[in-house]
């Protein structure tokens, strides 16, 4: 009973069954034309072998409204190869294709039995080849809707064997039961291909699954679960070429989280994994239209933004207020800060690359001037990355060793105001753009890669250099995050410090604690090998970037700089207890302090007041050129009218510090 109810449920199309009936359908509209054009053709041929002997009305008066009727069934079948049925119309039309061929069937079955009466046996024979071989080819062309077949063959087999029984003719019974065994057989092999068709279908629709599947896995960041990087291009490409020329803005922004990495080094990685996870969420749970927001890696996130330009930018500073909020994972509650830069098609670019540069150029705009702001990618900024351009390429050809020298900065020791070491910072007059300062040129060093050439040069020459003055004096050298995470830069400094017999104990190399952060176990090695090699080690601008005594403490640090702008606002209360405090966390860490930036006598004053025993700065003396420096040394013995000290040792700087 059971079975005989999945046939019923099979015969009149299963409704859960959506997938088959869509691939029957593409089938089948390209079979029933056929189907109907044979049936046309075979009944006209009948007919017209019938014309002289039946009656008007059988061959001509039914045959003409049949015609009709299967003509507007093939003109719609034909019409439907452009359609592309939803799964509901595609069970719907399956449905109506069974039953509305079951009926065509009978007409016809009804129509050839009825000329059977009329004519010689040539006719009838006609009659009886009809029906076989039109029912054979209707099958053959229902093959992809076996229903169909089953009811055409069971409507036309059946009373065609029952009608030449009936009349007792023995050789249209033998033609009507060979018909039916034919028709039995091509009806089993018919099943047997159906069911490879349906397992094709289902193999195919398996297949489409997993690919989209895949798709998405290839889309996706795993951490996140935010559209990946990949994602994030292929999309931007995409929309880039959808509004081409039709003059549509649209926004690209990249936004960097601030802190996140004393965060991980703090935490460990886990800690940093479960902060970029609630990130992802932050941002998935951002109730914005038209914006489209990705991981692109690390803690680097990219949006676009198709809604109105003006919005872009709040939309951006939107984005940090969420990601400023504190995140309370297990005990621990941190809060990051985010960065965010933004640049809009097509006036900053219109290659998906292009935005992102100039996304990204803001985007480091923001973090060097104002961290946790939004940055728009001006004109302003693209003056400055052509004259990057020129700056680099001059560089690329410049002679490292003639067009750039070491000018030296006092740092003296209170409260007698000697000089104890210099700071050697570098200056460029290059050929073709003149007089460039240090804090342009040294980060386009570091980026076209000749920072680590470039700093062997300044150093060996600044070696030289004060090895020529009287007395023992520190050279305080500044080092670059590049210097620092490269082992053979390392070792090419240890040895001219080697080969030129200068004291380590009297050379200094200036780190700032956003270098050390970029890489900080490489960086934290290679310090550890110049520590090694019996240099000293200081934190340079200290105050500007994260001031985290974890750096201070794992790091073989002897001395801190205290960063400029702090003694330049030295009239606030706030710069005021930065200072003091910084002051005496080195006084209770025994490490060396230098405060950078000294203008006057007020801020000397000051500094006196707190016994700061290193400063530099302006108030003492500029940097100056080797050559004036050592004139003034050997003629007066001071240096910018500043008794120069005659035995600097670590012992006596630590003097000089106050220990
Ligand atoms: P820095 O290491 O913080 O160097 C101190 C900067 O402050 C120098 O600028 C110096 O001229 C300036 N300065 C000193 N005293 C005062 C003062 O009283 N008031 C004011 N307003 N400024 C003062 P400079 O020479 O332009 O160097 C800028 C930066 O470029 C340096 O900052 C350092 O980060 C980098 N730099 C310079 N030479 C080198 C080098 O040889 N290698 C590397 N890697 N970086 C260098
Ligand atoms: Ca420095
Ligand atoms: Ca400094």
């Known amino acids: 009973m059971g079975k005989f109810r999945d046939f019923c449920r099979w015969m009149m199309i299963d409704p859960s069954r959506t997938d088959i009936a869509q691939a029957q359908y593409n089938e089948l509209k390209f079979q029933i034309p056929a189907l109907y054009a044979l049936l046309m053709v075979n009944a006209a041929a009948v007919s017209y072998t019938h014309y002289e002997v039946a009656p008007f009305y059988l061959t001509v008066g039914i045959l003409v409204p049949m015609l009709f009727i299967t003509s507007v069934r093939m003109v719609s079948w034909l019409r439907a190869s452009e359609v592309v049925l939803s799964p509901e119309d595609a069970i719907k039309k399956m449905r109506q294709t069974v039953i509305l061929g079951s009926l065509i069937a009978a007409i016809y079955i009804w129509w050839s039995l009825s000329l059977d009466g009329y004519g010689g046996p040539s006719e009838r024979g006609h009659v009886a080849l009809f029906i076989a071989i039109t ?85 996706t960041d795993a951490l996140t679960q935010l559209p990946n990087r990949r994602f994030f291009f292929m999309g931007l490409r995409e929309h880039i070429h959808s509004v081409k020329a039709d003059g549509t803005v649209f926004a690209v922004g990249l936004i960097d989280l601030d802190r996140f990495k004393p965060v991980n080094d703090t935490y460990g990685h886990k800690f940093g994994d479960h902060l970029l996870t609630t990130v992802g969420e932050r941002l998935q749970m951002l109730d914005v239209d038209e914006l489209n927001v990705c991981r692109l890696g690390g803690d680097e996130f ?36 985010a960065s965010c830069g933004i640049a809009f098609y097509p006036e ?58 070491v000018h030296f900065q006092p740092i003296v020791a209170l409260p007698k105001k000697v000089v104890v070491g210099f700071e050697a910072l570098a200056r460029w007059t290059s050929p073709a753009l003149g007089e460039i300062p240090p804090c342009e040129f040294i980060s386009i060093a570091e980026r076209s890669g000749l920072i680590q050439k470039l700093t062997l040069v300044l150093f060996q020459k600044a070696v030289t250099q004060i090895q020529t003055l009287p007395g023992q004096l520190c050279l305080s050298f500044n080092l670059s995050a590049h210097d620092i995470t490269c082992p053979g830069t390392v070792e090419a400094l240890v040895g001219i410090i080697q080969k030129t017999g200068i004291s380590p104990k009297h050379v200094t190399f200036e780190v700032t604690e956003t270098s050390v952060i970029s890489s900080y176990e490489s960086a934290a090695r ?23 005594l ?4 794992n790091l073989p640090i002897d001395c801190v700089k205290i960063d400029r702008s702090f003694v330049a606002g030295i009239n606030e209360p706030v710069a005021r207890s930065v200072v003091t405090s910084i002051v005496n966390l080195c006084r209770s860490m025994e490490m060396l302090c230098v405060v950078e930036g000294v203008e006057d006598s007020d801020q000397l004053s000051f500094l006196e007041g707190l016994d700061c025993r290193l400063v530099q700065g302006f108030f003492f003396g500029p940097a100056l050129p080797f050559e004036s420096i050592l004139e003034s040394a050997l003629s007066s013995g001071t240096v910018a009218g500043l008794q120069l000290s005659e035995t600097v040792n670590a012992d006596s700087l630590k003097i000089a510090s106050g220990e």
Do not use: W
Request: hydrophobic share 40%.
């Open 302 to 337: 990219g949006f676009v933004y198709y809604g109105a330009p003006d919005k872009a930018e709040l939309i951006g500073k939107k984005i940090c207020d969420v990601l400023r909020e504190p995140y309370d994972i297990g005990e621990i509650s941190v809060t990051v800060g």
């Open 135 to 219: 029912v054979i080819g209707c099958i053959f062309c229902l093959m992809h809707l076996p229903q169909a077949a089953i009811m055409v063959m069971a409507i036309v087999t059946i009373p065609y064997l029952a009608y030449y029984l009936s009349r007792g003719e023995d050789v249209y019974v033998a033609i009507a039961m060979n018909i039916f065994l034919v028709c039995v057989v091509i009806l089993q092999v018919l099943m047997n291909g159906y069911r490879g068709f349906c397992k094709l279908v289902e193999t195919q629709k398996e297949t489409e699954r997993l690919n989209a599947e895949n798709e998405r896995l290839a889309h």
């Open 348 to 405: 900053a670019g219109n290659t998906a690359h292009e935005l992102f540069d100039r996304a990204d150029y803001a985007l480091y705009t923001s973090k060097t001037n104002s961290p946790g702001t939004v940055t728009v990618y001006s004109a302003d900024h693209e003056a400055r990355i052509r004259s990057e351009r020129a700056i680099e390429s001059a560089l690329q050809i410049a002679d490292l060793t003639t067009e750039f020298e």
């Open 526 to 548: 290679c310090l550890q090998t110049l520590r090694d090699a019996g240099v000293r080690l200081s934190l340079d601008d200290f105050g500007t970037g994260y001031s985290s």
């Open 550 to 553: 974890g750096y201070l403490h």
